[in-house]
């Protein structure tokens, strides 16, 4: 069973920085395709950011473009996302999610980490 583990999260004030780590076990790390996902409570759960198999091809959704940066270390399994500049908006349940390279599906998820930005 493939895990996926998160840490890093915490309380921070507005525009301080967290880097978000997700490690993951028993799987083929650098076969999966990996990105990071975040729910505020009463909503949705939102993409945030993706990264290709290699980290050579990277995405993240407007909101964060500038602010947050998504990379890998395949040596270590773990995908990271670095967030600058938080704003209070950033407040949600941080999960990062995998999924083979060939498929639109992600198909392991991680329990999630706490992120809470205070003004």
């Known amino acids: 069973q493939v895990q996926l583990v998160e840490s890093g999260g915490g309380l921070v004030q507005a525009g301080d920085s967290l880097r978000l780590s997700c490690t993951v076990s028993r799987g083929t790390f650098n076969s999966y395709n990996m990105g990071w996902f975040r729910q505020a409570p009463g909503k949705e759960r939102e993409f945030v950011a993706r990264i290709s198999r290699t980290g050579t091809a990277t995405y993240a959704t407007d909101s964060v473009k500038g602010r947050f940066t998504i990379s890998r270390d395949n040596a270590k399994n773990t995908v990271y996302l670095q967030m600058n500049s938080l704003k209070p908006e950033d407040t949600a349940l941080y999960y990062c999610?995998?999924?083979?390279?060939?498929?639109?599906?992600?198909?392991?998820w991680g329990q999630g980490t706490q992120v809470t930005v205070s003004l």
């Open positions: 999610a995998g999924r083979w390279y060939w498929k639109n599906n992600y198909d392991y």
